[in-house]
């Protein structure tokens, strides 16, 4: 990380409704942000699937969400080192 650089920070992704099967975040791409370490949603012990790809991230929603008017994914940055 340079001098300047502000590290990776997490961010929380809201979702309306009942998301269902896969979900992808366009803003999180391979090629403008930082590699993504893990995503959980609040609210929910399961483990969530993902993977980052050149055209977003793209998020496998569980079975069971933790309510059903809205999810929550907490997305967590890998930090350079």
Known sequence: MLPNECPPTN??????????GEVRIKQFTKLNYHTIQSVRMLGSGDGIKFSQENEGLVVQMPEVLPSRNAV???IVPKLAR
């Not at 961010?11 to 269902?20: F, S």
């Open 72 to 74: 929550c994914l907490k």
């Open 11 to 20: 961010e929380l992704v809201n979702i309306c409704g009942e998301p269902k």
